[in-house]
């Protein structure tokens, strides 16, 4: 295999799928990409971090080779492109990776390289475990009380790009068409967007997030939604959530209107619902009655920063791309390019990144391992300049020093 004029070793171990499951070698390949801005410095602390305790955990049995490929700016230095073909390949037959952030470029034409590679490769669950990690400053009074992983489709709704400039010649024909075929009145004036959400998306995307509750015996699934006002997109969703529930898992679940006010059976994952906009106050108000949320496109994009705002911020906010043949791993920020090459910035969303990589290698001894180190360093507040500044008595240092500190403390 050779992408982008780079051999992948002749003896490389590669990751497949077989029947719907990941089957993970000794010492798998897989592909990072840096990143622009202050990708570059989270990148190193995160090799620092993982290579330390894929170490520790299996003592030499397991190991990472890293390949890498490019997008972003350093690929367009390169290949006059910000993501090559070769790139998306790369993931494609390698089917694990790993990324820095990278700058949208601005002005026209160019679309996010992170949205392409969402689309190209089909992942279309976007993950976002949430949780406060002890000493983390936070707006609320209890942190501790938001532990939730939200699961948001990837490739519907108002994010497929589906939209036409107010005036252009395909919004004005499809107002044309609305008000022709359909007697539907729409200002002439009129920018329009399409929401598509359909049954096959709603449902693999619910299915895995009721897997992934199943399997990490979480407490319960809700289907977050604005099913009330947009009945056969938002409210389809949810109706697809309960279809979905009741012919896949009827056995490991119990749905709310089932329960009643009888207490939750322990061996079972309680399926709810509840209207978008009542989430918000939920997650502020109600946060330990919540655990795995399932949610199209738009709605999952808003609360995952509101509840990532709850316990700490945009640099503890880990998040990774999953479809059913390959997985893209990243930080829920962008790359900061004011802070780029400073070795300044908070590595834990990458970091965090990775430790939700190790666990879908099947590693989650590794995993669990930098977990309790950052939250151990967080405690002794020597951290980067975004929590230092937030913490009494913190002790502000650099980006390669708390990746050190973090190996120190496993
Ligand atoms: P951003 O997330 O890059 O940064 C906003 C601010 O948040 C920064 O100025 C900084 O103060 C803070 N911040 C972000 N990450 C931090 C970290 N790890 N440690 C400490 N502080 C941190 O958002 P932006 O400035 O709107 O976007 C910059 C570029 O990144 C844009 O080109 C945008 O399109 C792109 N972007 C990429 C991704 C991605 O690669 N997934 C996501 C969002 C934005």
């Known amino acids: 295999m050779r992408f982008n004029n780079q051999d992948v070793p002749s003896d490389a171990q590669i990751i497949s799928y077989k029947d719907g499951t990941i089957v993970v070698p000794d010492r798998p390949t897989i592909a990072y990409i840096e990143g622009d801005g202050i990708g570059p410095d989270l990148w190193k602390a995160t090799k620092t971090v993982v290579e330390a305790a894929v170490a520790k955990t299996f003592g030499g049995k397991k190991k990472i080779d890293w390949y890498e490929i490019f997008a972003g700016e350093k690929a367009f230095k390169m290949f006059g492109s910000y993501l090559t073909d070769d790139s998306v390949e790369a993931i494609r037959n390698l089917k694990v990776a790993i990324k820095g952030p990278l700058t949208t470029p601005v002005g026209g034409g160019f679309r996010s390289v992170n949205v392409s ?154 399926v ?21 949320i399932a949610t199209p496109n738009l709605n999952g994009d808003y609360i995952s920063d509101a509840c990532a705002a709850q316990v700490g911020g945009l640099g503890m906010a880990p998040g990774a791309n999953i479809g059913d043949n390959a997985a893209v791993f990243e930080a829920t920020h962008g790359s900061a390019p004011k802070y780029a090459n400073l070795d300044k910035a908070n590595p834990c969303s990458l970091i965090l990144s990775a430790k939700m990589m190790l666990d879908h290698l099947g590693w989650q001894a590794a995993g669990t391992l930098i977990e309790n180190a950052i939250e151990k360093t967080i405690i002794q507040k020597t951290v980067t300049y975004d929590l230092a500044r937030q913490m009494d008595g913190a002790k502000e240092i650099a980006t390669s020093a708390f990746a050190k500190a973090i190996v120190d403390n496993m």
């Open 272 to 292: 709810n619902d509840r209207i978008a906009d009542s989430m918000f106050q939920q997650v502020l108000l109600r946060p330990d009655e919540y655990d795995v």
């Open 117 to 270: 590679l969402r689309q190209l490769l089909d992942l279309y669950a976007c993950v976002r475990p949430v949780r406060w990690y002890k000493g983390v400053p936070s707006p609320v009074k209890e942190p501790q009380k938001l532990n939730v992983v939200i699961y948001r489709e990837n490739t519907e709704d108002l994010y497929a790009g589906i939209e036409w400039k107010k005036d252009s010649p395909e919004a004005k024909k499809f107002i044309e068409i609305m008000k022709r075929d359909f007697n539907t009145n729409i200002r002439p004036d009129s920018g329009i967007g399409v929401k598509p959400i359909s049954e096959f998306g709603s449902r693999r995307l619910i299915r895995m997030a009721l897997k992934f509750a199943i399997e990490n015996k979480r407490r319960s699934v809700t289907f977050m939604h604005k099913g009330n006002i947009m009945k056969y997109t938002e409210g389809a969703f949810k109706d697809y959530g309960y279809v979905e529930t009741k012919e896949n898992f009827a056995a490991q679940t119990i749905t709310e209107a089932d329960l009643g006010s009888n207490p939750r059976p322990k061996d079972k994952v309680l």
